[in-house]
């Protein structure tokens, strides 16, 4: 459990204050880059910014994180680039998989970010596996995995639990329940109306946080670290928290939330709950907090400059990071690319 010498000081509070704004920033450019027409299928996290947050502010280098479909506020937590990240959205040789796996599937090794995964529930088992490669080698290095409460409900999920109770695995299942599977309410779809309460069937801590929150993330995000590490095994977090924008860029949330829901969780905003905490408790000053703002705008300005003037991949590419080796040269005087291009 988290140690007395744990302390959520200034420094770390101002970090938090500048990762989820930079967070804001990108999926606020994104959503243009979006409307544009130079990206598509964007899953937004505006409003869950604190959840990674709070937990990779404990991460080291080593530690490995695992992502869904919505994943670039897990990405821009663990500290991957966000001028790669915006070219790899917009399929640019630049990005941090070449332009080849785009909103849903980015990853970068060198940061610990496995990868994001379009596939509802499917990087819990390989977080799981990632902690036991972390056990086997003697090493503390922790395992996070995201997924929402439609995941929840996945087996992986629960056959997972079982199996990191059982070896005591450094692995932390963090469910972001922001309350719809896309259109499906939450009350509807998990039965007992607990993420977290299914945790005390695997023997191991299952706490709910107030995912808007970034403080309590931190706080409860410590306990779990430190359990994962010391070799107690793992932790199931459920943070309640809110997606603003549909599931999806053309969703409409009209069909199936009410505005007064929106509003009431607009007003509960986690950078704005951050903002107030640090100026309240006089922590950082209006012009301090206005200059953090300013550089996470000018990096999202320069992010998307970046990714823009980048180029595409060359035809060949098409052939490369695969299981086979290609004869790219000969496909490409063939003709055999032009003519999958055109299929």
Known sequence: MATAKQKLDQATLKRMFKTMVLIRRFEEQCKREADSGKLRGMHSSVGQ????????????????????????HHCIARGVDVNEMM????????????????TMHIADITKGMLGANGVVGSNI??????ALSAKMRN??????????DGASNQGALHEAMNLASIWKLPVIFVCENNRYAESTPFEYSVAGGSVADRASGY?????TVDGQSVVEMWEVSSQAVDRARSGDGP???????YRYEGHFGADDTSQYRYSEEEEYYRERDCIKRLREHLLDQELATEK?????????????????????QSPFPEI????????????????????????????
């Not at 932790?235 to 928290?241: C, P, V, W, Y």
């Open 49 to 72: 910014e604190a959840v990674p947050t709070g937990i990779c502010a404990h991460l080291k280098d080593g530690d490995y994180v695992l992502g869904t479909h919505r994943s670039h």
């Open 87 to 102: 070219a790899e959205l917009l399929g640019k040789s630049t990005g941090t998989n070449k332009g080849k796996g785009g």
């Open 125 to 130: 088992p390989v977080a799981t596996g990632a």
């Open 139 to 148: 090493t503390d290095n922790v395992s996070v995995v995201f997924f929402g």
């Open 203 to 207: 023997d191991m801590p299952g706490i």
């Open 235 to 241: 932790t199931l977090i459920e943070a309640m928290t």
């Open 288 to 308: 301090e907090l206005a200059e953090i703002e300013k550089s996470a705008e000018n990096e999202i300005e320069a992010a998307s400059q970046f990714a823009n």
């Open 316 to 343: 060949g590419e098409l052939y490369s990071d695969v299981y086979t080796s290609y004869p790219q040269q000969k496909l490409v005087e063939t003709g055999i690319v032009d003519e999958v291009l055109n299929s």
